[in-house]
């Protein structure tokens, strides 16, 4: 797949060039060499999760170094991106709407050195022990590339992968895309071709969490996200594309019929990934650039919670603009784990907008769980303004919404294997109330008072009365 050059450079950092910035402004803290692979390299990275990124130079005595917290802040996003804070979301609904084609390259820097077997994974790269119950080491931020077995057409998603041995890895697919490609080829009897890319730019991290058709591939979505085609190279040993910049690839494939035990793992929801008998890779290469860079999430954390929310955050806007046009804005709320709690900012004209919206949102994605409506003179992004609406403006008996026996999320441990129940908030004005009746209380030049000029600092204010 060729495609032209583009004329200008992309405004979105590289990895390694957002490591420098991170630096240069004083957002990396470089940890000395030796900290513990099993659960004190989390830990560290935990601790500063939200504040700087880390960087973790030959962990345990391992040849190899682990980065950590590269996009844990949303404000971080934006700027890797090259956008305002306030046009990231709207740059992500773009570029799933306008995706860029990638173009391939003959050589890559992924592929400066090839390991072709035997394979011993926990030799070649750092791979941590997170949380006290993990089963073992894990690959918590890989993104996986999957290539449908009939049409070629890849797809990008982020699955835990756990080391069950030298060149074995077990994952637990969710029913997503990558399932969907796996179950054609299982049905063929055959295994299905896979990579896990370790360690790239954080538009194509971003890119590999959007929510979109079956058939878009997301590295597409990152070239738009970058304003230019993503570079790709072919891997070393299947047909499936992977960047070309990435640190580190894992070329592998889904073995059919086969599961082995995986889990626990400590999961976005902060609550342990039961375990059970999961899908397997048999890794066949591994490839990456000279001192590759191994990224590791920390589960729960935000970095965790912020990959996931925000490309969600875009592609669930587009869903409901597509029906409800008077849809404005959404969030993803990070006490809902960037997951499972939405709220949606509705101009609402019509009686009964609002509890469509509520379902639509329940049909955007089935890991939504609770959703709340708001007018627009409600700030989203903050749950006081959040709870204030539902406060003053929802009957529980007239603007309640549930919807019982409902597939949810499967690491959420409160349903019965991903089937649970969900509610939606109609917490919006009725539409034709009278206008004074939920006029909002405001102060004129509140907003705008000179405070300095007005207030007297030194004075003291029994002086003050006289």
Request: hydrophobic share 40%; glycine share 8%.
């Amino acid at each position: 797949m060729l495609s032209p050059v583009p004329e200008t450079r992309s405004a979105a950092y590289s990895l390694r060039g957002w490591l420098d910035r991170l630096e240069a402004t004083g957002r990396l803290t470089v940890m000395r060499p030796g900290v513990g692979l099993v659960h004190q390299l989390a830990a560290v990275a935990k601790r500063l999760d939200g504040t700087t990124a880390t960087l973790f130079p030959h962990p345990d005595g391992h040849s190899g170094t682990v980065v950590s917290g590269l996009v844990s802040d949303r404000a971080w996003m934006a700027e890797a991106l090259g956008v305002p804070g306030d046009e990231l979301i709207a740059h992500c609904q773009r570029a799933a709407t306008e995706p860029l084609p990638w173009r391939e390259v003959a050589e890559a820097p992924a592929q400066e050195i090839v390991h072709r077997g035997p394979i011993d994974l926990t030799r070649l790269l750092p791979i941590p022990t997170h949380n006290e119950h993990d089963s073992g080491p894990y690959i918590s931020a890989g993104l996986t590339i999957a290539r449908d077995p009939e049409t070629g057409v890849q797809n990008v998603s982020i699955h835990r992968c756990q080391i069950n041995g030298p060149d074995r890895i077990g994952i637990l697919l969710l029913p997503r895309h990558t399932d969907h490609f796996y179950r054609k080829a299982e049905a063929k009897g055959e295994a299905l071709e896979i990579a896990l890319v370790i360690g790239v730019d954080p538009a194509t991290l971003l890119a590999s969490q959007a929510i979109v058709p079956v058939g878009q591939d997301e590295l597409e979505i990152a070239g738009a996200l970058r304003g230019e085609p993503l570079d790709v190279v072919r891997c070393k040993t299947n047909r499936v594309r992977v960047p070309a910049e990435a640190e580190i690839v894992i070329e592998g494939r889904l073995l059919p019929r086969v599961r082995e035990a995986e889990g626990p793992f400590g999961e976005f929801p902060q609550y342990y990934g039961e375990r059970a008998n999961r899908h397997v890779i048999q890794v066949d290469a591994v490839t990456h650039r000279v001192r590759p860079l191994f990224h590791t999430i920390v589960g729960g954390g935000l970095e965790h919670l912020l990959l996931g929310a925000i490309p969600r955050e875009a592609t669930i806007l587009a869903t409901l603009q597509r029906n409800f046009p008077n849809v404005q804005d959404v969030h993803l709320s990070l006490g809902g784990v960037g997951r499972y709690h939405l709220v949606v900012k509705l101009r609402q004209t019509q009686h009964g907008e609002a509890k469509n919206v509520l379902l639509g949102a329940f049909a955007a994605h089935y890991d939504i769980k609770h959703a709340v409506v708001v007018d627009p003179d409600v700030d989203i992004h903050n749950a006081r303004e959040v709870e204030w609406a539902i406060a003053t403006r929802f009957q529980a008996d007239r603007d309640l919404v549930v919807v019982g026996n409902s597939q949810c999320s499967k690491l959420d441990p409160s349903t019965d294997e991903g089937l649970g129940a969900k509610w939606g908030i109609d917490a919006t004005i009725p539409v034709g109330s009278p206008e004074m009746k939920f006029k909002r209380i405001r102060v004129p030049g509140e907003e705008s008072v000179d405070i300095d000029r007005l207030a007297a600092p030194a004075a003291v204010w029994r002086a003050a009365i006289e």
